[in-house]
Nanobody
Framework: QVQLVESGGALVQAGGSLRLSCAAS????????MGWFRQAPGKEREFVAYITWSGGSTYYADSVKGRFTISRDSAKNTVYLQMNSLKPEDTAAYYC???????????????????WGQGTQVTVSS
């Protein structure tokens, strides 16, 4: 079992930045790729970003490409999402998720992930 706890969500003005963290605990974190998803009110949860176990490859939704950066510190069992140039449409609950594979081509699909955090709220005001 892997427990994931997100933090770092806040209210921020458009154009601002936030860094979300996802701390993993429980059984070994080793070998897991990680993803970030978000869900806005009244909308389905959507893929945001993905990082392989090695950290050597990252993938992003088109809507956040060039503004968001996913990274990981395996020594700290933590994954980060640096969000810059935030827009009101980035407002959502953000979730991290653990993929038991070191890389999955289906990284944008929720079913790829075995463990999910409870989410952290990001609100971007205009």
């Amino acid at each position: 079992q892997v427990q994931l706890v997100e933090s770092g969500g806040a209210l921020v003005q458009a154009g601002g930045s936030l860094r979300l963290s996802c701390a993993a605990s429980g059984r070994t974190f080793s070998g897991y790729a990680m993803g970030w998803f978000r869900q806005a009110p009244g909308k389905e949860r959507e893929f945001v970003a993905y990082i392989t176990w090695s950290g050597g490859s990252t993938y992003y939704a088109d809507s956040v490409k060039g503004r968001f950066t996913i990274s990981r510190d395996s020594a700290k069992n933590t994954v980060y999402l640096q969000m810059n140039s935030l827009k009101p449409e980035d407002t959502a609950a953000y979730y991290c998720a653990a993929d038991p594979m070191s890389y999955s081509s289906s990284y944008s699909r929720e079913g790829t992930y075995r463990y999910w955090g409870q989410g952290t709220q990001v609100t971007v005001s205009s």
